[in-house]
């Protein structure tokens, strides 16, 4: 059957990025893990970007410990070497940052620790992220300047400093990318203690290591964050053993050891922590990291692609233009970019998609019809022109034609999981639970760790007839999804404080019950009395739900559509 706007307010309900952070402390440990989930819960695809910030309290002789030789300047605008600036500075100490703050991304460099040491508390604080999952390091301090000083004052009860350890998925903070619709990103950090060890010469999950050379001697110390029995601990000179040592080391002692080096001046000196079973746990020979040879780093500025003036642009820059706007949230600058070169260029498939899939992130469907009809027309195979034409003939009522453009999406890898989910929805609407089930299933194939699906599946089960096995798989889930305020639900424990201290919290839950026309179970969530909670635990100025008039206009909204009465009373008081 086709429907007349059916889902003008499904698709205008909020669905948004979410992210979760889990901090995690294990028995015996002293490592503070940090597992970090980035999801795209909607049904367009989002920017993303993400940065981990540590506020470090830092004296003026604190020492920031990355290990660079090179660092970029925002906007990868220049490169400057490091620690050493133009001017004989070394940034590296706190104290020399005489000329306002310091804020740089670590470049040319593949390591995966860095931290500060304070000389002054004789302790310091590290961080560790595989290069592969989280490879980008910045530091930011406000330095010793008038201004620094000012801050110090603005910004501490004490009048202390502090410096940011930051760890990031992109070169620097003006980068983004995207999520596509049931994408997600997941990635753990790791910060630990530093204490008693003069300096940072290595950081892993293991181990923190300091190797400084005094006099004519070697001095390592060495911090483990968990207790290794039977370890062995060794220093090198090439393949010269200087020193083995067996110890039953554990965290809450700090090893050291100085040893007589026979050559000071050619010879490096590697020290390393082994396991009782001889597997390697630390390594570190003096001064030696994983950089980028010096022959591939140009100092000085860096050559940027200038997008040029409208009149000399080509359909690349166009695109360009456009994306750039996108990809820094300005949707509707981008969408004046593409309207701009259509004129210029109206038979680009590249542009018509671009400008399709924006109008439908702006929800402008009608707009968006022409053009991805232009583009399908040009390329039948293009999974996400089906995609987005399936969002939009849903949008329009046209519902035979978006489940054929919703199943030619699903040929596509890349948004099978996002139009399967989309035709889940579509066939619980329409009361087709059984085909439903069977096209979540698909979606999960796809992507199995994707929130949404599983919380669809969960309602679906619940619907078809087997609310035992649901509450049971809601349980199970919560257990890696704690923070799901819509498995809470169909657990039958809803966080009602949570729900109560704001009201989108409410109408996220309820929208996802809308999208797939469960509507006496969003009856259910909109129409509850929710507690008051203290003024520290919402946002100034909101009410509860049961007085928001979105809440009250949705809970109309379901009420009209499961034909139950009351509706007109609650448009009438939202």
Not at 387 to 406: C, I, M, N, S, T
Request: charged share 25%.
């Amino acid at each position: 059957t086709t429907e007349i706007y059916p889902l003008s307010l499904h698709d205008a309900l909020p669905i948004c990025m979410e992210w979760s952070v889990e901090l995690v402390l294990r028995p015996g440990s002293t490592v503070l893990e940090q597992h970090v989930r980035l999801s795209n819960r909607n049904d367009v695809r989002q920017r993303f970007y993400w940065w981990s910030n540590a506020g470090v309290r830092v004296w003026d002789d604190s020492v920031i410990q990355y290990p660079m030789r090179y660092a970029a300047e925002h906007g990868f605008a220049a490169i400057q070497k490091w620690p050493i600036d133009a001017q004989g500075k070394d940034l590296s100490v706190i104290k020399n940052q005489t000329d306002g703050p310091v804020s740089l991304f670590v470049h040319g460099s593949r390591e995966e620790f860095m931290g500060i040491w304070n000389p002054h508390s004789n302790t310091g604080t590290a961080h560790f992220a595989r290069y592969d999952e989280l490879p980008a390091k910045k530091i930011w301090s406000w330095g010793v300047d008038a201004d620094g000083l000012d801050w110090r004052n603005a910004l501490s009860d004490d009048n202390s400093a502090y410096s940011e350890v930051q760890g990031g998925l992109f070169r620097n903070q003006e980068t983004y990318a995207y999520l596509q619709p049931r994408q997600h990103i997941s990635f753990t950090e790791y910060w630990m203690p530093v204490r008693e060890l003069g300096g940072i010469s290595r950081a892993n999950l293991a181990a923190v290591a300091f190797l400084d050379r005094k006099n004519d001697s070697l001095a390592i110390s060495l911090n483990v964050n968990q207790k290794f029995l039977g370890a062995t601990l060794r220093i090198l000179g090439g393949t010269k053993v200087l020193l083995t040592e067996n110890q039953d080391l554990s965290p809450d002692k700090t090893w050291t050891k100085s040893v007589p080096l026979p050559d000071t001046t050619s010879t490096k000196y590697t020290f390393e922590l082994q396991a009782k079973d001889g597997s390697v746990l630390l390594r570190q020979t003096e001064g030696e990291y994983a950089w980028t040879d010096d022959s591939n780093i140009k100092l000085g500025p860096q050559p940027n692609y200038v997008i040029p003036p409208e009149n000399s642009r080509t359909e690349d820059d166009w695109l360009q233009a456009g994306d750039d706007r996108e990809l820094n949230g300005d949707k509707l600058a981008a969408l004046d970019i593409y309207t701009a070169a259509l004129k210029k260029f109206p038979t680009s498939f590249e542009l018509q998609k671009s400008t399709a899939r924006l109008l439908c992130s702006l929800k402008r469907f009608e707009d968006a019809e022409p053009l991805l009809a232009a583009a399908h027309a040009r390329n039948t195979t293009d999974g996400e022109v089906s995609y987005y034409q399936g969002l939009e003939f849903e949008a329009l009522g046209k519902g035979p034609e978006a489940l054929d453009a919703y199943q030619a999406a699903m040929r596509s890898p890349e948004h099978r999981a996002a139009a399967a989910l989309r035709i889940a929805e579509y066939q619980s609407r329409h009361k087709n639970f059984e085909a439903a089930q069977k096209s979540i299933a698909e979606s999960l194939a796809a992507t199995p760790d994707d929130l949404r699906a599983q919380e669809v599946q969960v309602a679906l089960t619940a619907t078809s007839g087997d609310p035992q096995s649901a509450t049971k798989q809601a349980q199970l889930l919560l257990q890696k999804f704690p923070n799901s305020a819509f498995l809470h639900e169909e657990a039958g424990t809803p966080d009602l404080a949570h729900l109560a201290a704001d009201p989108y919290r409410v109408t996220k839950i309820a929208g996802e019950y809308v999208r797939l026309g469960l509507y006496s179970n969003a009856i259910k969530v909109l129409s509850r009395t929710y507690p008051s909670v203290p003024a520290d635990q919402h946002e100034p100025g909101i009410g509860l739900p049961q007085d928001n008039p979105l809440v009250i206009y949705l809970l109309g909204f379901a009420r009209e559509k499961s034909g139950e009465s009351g509706a007109t009373a609650d448009y009438a008081r939202a």
